[in-house]
């Protein structure tokens, strides 16, 4: 148990529609990161936040937004969503405290968009 | 854009033998670089780094080698287990914890009792 938790574990919704996805980092992380896994692709990285402020962006579409609240859980937002955003969404924690820590990864949510 | 590559999208091995897996990468700013394991309907769980400054890391059955001028990694098994079988994600960092990851493709690794 990597101690990070995602919700849901799976979501199914139609074409335009938007969804939330929740993490709850491990206890004491102050960095929290979202990538995204495609099918038979590595993962992506998306957007990383350390205690509330936004980080760092990689490939993070327009529609897709996030952030962190105080007491460190973050959320992922997709709106207008496509076929194409069919996907493994993982979470990931550090501490951030030292250079290069490991990450801890969620076990993911699994959108489907039908 | 593929800085991080893994190559063989599979590998199976015979338990007991060693599993040899396989990360080139393109960025030479990358200074640290890291293996996750993944099971099925799991998260990736870190394994084991190495940073540039070294060519070489242990951890127990797990050994990971870099060749910083081939800008080649690699991670060594012995022996093999079943319960290694999972896919095996490389990944590098050139900066702070993860806004700068990149990870590869994924190997899946097989291992026959």
């Known amino acids: 148990d990597s101690g990070v938790t995602q919700t849901p574990k799976h979501l199914i919704t139609a074409t335009g529609q938007r969804v939330t996805l929740r993490c709850s980092p491990r206890?004491?992380?102050?960095?929290v990161y979202w990538y995204q896994q495609s099918l038979d692709q590595g993962l992506q990285f998306l957007i990383q936040?350390?205690?509330?402020?936004?980080?760092a962006k990689g490939n993070i579409l327009e529609r897709f937004s996030a952030q962190q609240f105080p007491d460190l859980h973050s959320e992922l937002n997709l709106s207008s969503l496509e076929l194409g955003d069919s996907a493994l969404y993982f979470c990931?924690?550090?501490?951030?405290?030292?250079?290069?820590?490991?990450?801890?990864f969620g076990n993911g949510t699994r959108l489907t968009v039908t | 854009d593929q800085q991080v590559k893994q190559n063989s999208p599979s590998l199976s091995v015979q338990e007991g033998r060693i599993s040899i897996l396989n990360c080139d990468y393109t960025?030479?700013?990358?200074?640290?670089f890291l293996w996750y394991k993944k099971y099925p309907a799991e998260g990736p769980t870190f394994l084991i780094s190495?940073?540039?400054?070294?060519d070489k890391n242990e951890d127990g059955r797990f050994t990971v080698f870099l060749n910083k001028s081939a800008k080649h990694l690699s991670l060594h098994i012995v022996p093999s287990q079943p319960g290694d079988s999972a896919v095996y994600f490389c990944?590098?960092?050139?900066?702070?914890?993860?806004?700068?990851?990149?990870f590869g493709a994924g190997t899946r690794l097989t291992v026959k009792p």
């Open positions: 990931a924690s550090s501490s951030g405290a030292s250079y290069n820590s490991p990450l801890h």
């Open positions: 206890s004491g992380d102050l960095s």
């Open positions: 936040y350390y205690n509330g402020e936004e980080r």
């Open positions: 960025n030479s700013m990358f200074d640290y």
């Open positions: 190495i940073s540039s400054i070294k």
């Open positions: 990944a590098a960092s050139d900066g702070f914890g993860g806004n700068d990851m990149r």
